[in-house]
């Protein structure tokens, strides 16, 4: 059930903030690379403390979460990953794609 509502949580923010759905943001990839070695580098509270726009500071904010996906992956017990129902395989589809993404950005950092 949980994963049920958490794979809907993240399919409607996706529809809410008009993000590609598979894939990555390759029309931005740039920015999303600078925009991630600053929130890397620095705090979160430092990049973001003199934007005024907060659909970026929000951006910026999910870089940062994004950042730390691969770890948050990790954290997924076994027992989950070997499969518990339809709405568990795809939420963790969604983890896979986010945690490879993340190993992306943070392989770009260093």
Known sequence: ????LLSCLIMNYLVVYNLPMHGSFESSEEVNS???????????EKVTSMWKESR???HAKDIETLLK????YQQVPNVLKKGCGIHS??????????????????????
Do not use: D, W
Request: charged share 15%; glycine share 2%.
């Open 1 to 4: 059930m949980c994963s049920c």
């Open 34 to 44: 600078q925009l991630a070695r600053f929130v890397a580098v620095h705090t979160f």
């Open 56 to 58: 970026l500071i929000r």
């Open 69 to 72: 996906m691969s770890e948050y």
């Open 89 to 110: 395989e795809i939420l963790l589809a969604y983890l896979q794609i986010l945690a490879f993404q993340s190993e992306q950005l943070n392989k770009n950092q260093g």
